[in-house]
T-cell receptor, first 114, second 114 residues
Framework: AQSVTQLGSHVSVSEGALVLLRCNYS??????LFWYVQYPNQGLQLLLK??????LVKGINGFEAEFKKSETSFHLTKPSAHMSDAAEYFC????????????FGKGTLLTVNP | EPEVTQTPSHQVTQMGQEVILRCVPI?????FYWYRQILGQKVEFLVS????????KSEIFDDQFSVERPDGSNFTLKIRSTKLEDSAMYFC????????????FGPGTRLTVL
């Protein structure tokens, strides 16, 4: 079975600062990896995904993530935080043999200070 | 991008009552899922549905739960006799025809059991 660990339930950054949200996964087979964002009282929006190919993936709103197999990590970064980035971020993993169901981490709440 | 829709957006019910949550999927998708998110907790997989059959269900998805595609388009989650602990946000999601786990989420139904 696969699992996801997100380090830090709450991350606070200043506007314009680097955003780094950490995600480590566990999977016995090659995983597909995702970051979703949830704004207050809204559903889950896909930020970016890694399936195969290039290990550095770019998503919406200037976010990117790098798949590092040796470290079993898929950390999410953004060079310069914006106030509108304040939200909850979920890392998720799926594998083909399990109907591609998503296993989520506990989430990281990102706060952006002016 | 077409959107997955869910109705109702908020449902309040008394303990022991039956509720039906509805999802209108995007056409041409093969996999359908229900997830739930208890307030302040991570998103949890409930059930996956493929080719008009349940393909996998979690431990949470006990005999009180059922899923259907009654008219070949809408996708429903029924809770037969609600409990207080069923209070949560319920999300339906669809997997694209390409598989690989990318899923499109609806906005969710907030279920409150009193």
């Amino acid at each position: 079975a696969q699992s996801v660990t997100q380090l830090g339930s709450h991350v606070s950054v200043s506007e314009g600062a680097l955003v780094l949200l950490r995600c480590n996964y566990s999977s016995s087979v090659p995983p597909y990896l995702f970051w979703y964002v949830q704004y207050p009282n809204q559903g889950l929006q896909l930020l970016l995904k890694y399936t195969t190919g290039a290990t550095l993936v770019k998503g919406i709103n200037g976010f990117e993530a790098e798949f590092k197999k040796s470290e079993t990590s898929f950390h999410l970064t953004k060079p310069s935080a914006h106030m509108s980035d304040a939200a909850e971020y979920f890392c998720a993993v799926s594998v083909g043999g399990s109907n591609y169901k998503l296993t989520f981490g506990k989430g990281t709440l990102l706060t952006v200070n002016p | 991008e077409p959107e997955v829709t869910q109705t109702p957006s908020h449902q309040v019910t008394q303990m022991g009552q039956e509720v039906i949550l509805r999802c209108v999927p995007i056409s041409n998708h093969l996999y359908f899922y229900w997830y739930r998110q208890i307030l302040g907790q991570k998103v949890e997989f409930l059930v996956s549905f493929y080719n008009n059959e349940i393909s996998e269900k979690s431990e949470i998805f006990d005999d009180q739960f059922s899923v259907e595609r009654p008219d070949g388009s809408n996708f429903t989650l029924k809770i037969r006799s609600t409990k207080l602990e069923d209070s949560a946000m319920y999300f339906c999601a669809e997997g694209g025809a390409s598989g690989r786990g990318e899923q499109f989420f609806g906005p969710g139904t907030r279920l409150t059991v009193l």
